[in-house]
């Protein structure tokens, strides 16, 4: 932030201490303060929700709109992990298992299958070890085809284009029970100083990936999203892709990750699988395609996942979407049964909801990550949901799942020379139109509290000073 913006922050925590905070949610005006951090911004106070409360007093000491359902975007991401983390369990783990039919010796003569049960987070380091298993099992070739066994989740058949025209964004991956490496790959731009040009790495570097680099390395220091810079087309065929990179790259913004799905769901994981199969010395001269483990076949080797209390760290703090909807397809599977299904996701959250005496109305819930334009919560309702989860056994997993002020996550760069710094667990939501925070912050007498502030307005993007003012009140408030 610059000097001129860390002045007007200032100024705003300023007037925010002159005033006590009794806004209501029938409309009671805000204090001055905030109202003009709100005015710089161009958001009118009937595009925000307020709520704040101490624990364990008996009322909120700020509220605005509270009841109001608002569309939370990854703030929803808390409901999630908090009803994932009681009704499966901290410890719970996620099975990837490979099966073989008719095995003769060192070769599996029928075909080879990966069943997914849904793991979050299984990387092509845990790709290559469950392959790797099966090597040191004695395994060597594969005289059949590969199949991947999805059956364990309802696919989704929406279009991620649909949602923001960035379809081929990681962010924008679908849920899937066998999801190797998120289904994305990660180009790092690394300027090359001395030859005056832009590298571009590839990780997983998959033989059916071909990168075409057209970016220019410019001087000068790096813009906050450097990737509109960075223009990319994507040529994608049945068993291969072309991206081509173009634009302009900063040298001041050092070495940079871009992740992008760039081939099919089937073709990723058969490619890595050859790829890494190839690697470890294994034979296969078949084809990939999808399909179900028949009866007849033979668990050859299983591996476990981190568990969810693990898990649900790269969920909170880095706002991992297709990671909440993995746990919500699995809530799904596990309450209702095989395959898990967003509807049955949505249904296991409302009967946990209901059994702990959280009556809800106005909830929306899509697919239980925040990146959906239909999903709705209240602040109030997201307080409540906080407050409970701090009475909960597992409260102290949960709370450590959220961003740290000034510290990590998505709030590594923001307040991190105030007081405030690293004195609130806060989880961030961003849409185009929606900026919201909640979490819990201990205020400078030692004092816990619960806050929630959403903003839903064509100028939302501007909400990050009145945010981060309030954030400073509450911590300093008298």
Known sequence: ??????????????????????????????????????????IPQSGVALYARELGASEPFLKHQA??????????????????????????AWRTELYGTRIEGDVVRGDLYVKGYGDPKFTMEQFWLLLRNLRQRGIREIAGDFVVDNSYFELPVADPAAFDSQGHRAYNVLPQAMLPS?????????????????????????????????????????PFDWREAVERDLDNGAQSATVTFRGIFYSECGERDLGLSVLSSGEFAAAMFRQYWAELGGSFKGVAVEGTVPAEARLLVSRQSAPLSELMRDVNKWSNNVMARQLLL?????????????????????RWLLAKGLNFPGLVVEN????????????????ELLIAAAKSPYAAEFEASLPIVGI???????????????QAHIKTGSLEGVRAIAGYLLDAKGRKLVVVFLVNHAKASGAQAAQDALLEWLYGRL
Do not use: W
């Open 182 to 222: 998120f289904k994305a790959v990660s180009f790092r731009f690394v300027p090359d100083m001395q030859e005056r040009i832009v590298r571009i790495y590839a990780e997983p570097d998959l033989k059916p990936l071909r990168i075409i680099n057209k970016v220019v390395l410019k001087a000068g220091p790096c």
């Open 408 to 422: 990590d996550g998505t709030l590594k760069r923001r307040l991190n020379d105030r007081p405030v710094m690293g």
């Open 368 to 383: 239980g990550a925040g990146l959906s334009r239909i999903e709705r919560s209240s602040a109030q309702q997201l307080g």
């Open 1 to 42: 932030m610059t000097v001129v913006g860390n002045r007007f922050v200032h100024c705003i925590i300023g007037a925010l201490a002159a005033f006590t905070l009794t806004a209501s949610a029938q409309g009671v005006p805000l204090p001055e303060g905030l109202q003009q951090a709100l005015r710089a911004a161009n």
């Open 67 to 92: 009841t109001q359902a608002m569309n939370p975007a990854s703030v929803m991401k808390l409901l999630t992990t908090y009803a994932a983390l009681e009704l499966l369990g901290p410890a719970y």
């Open 330 to 350: 699995t809530l799904g599977a596990e309450s209702a049964g095989a395959p898990g299904s967003a509807a049955k996701g949505e249904e296991a959250l409302r």
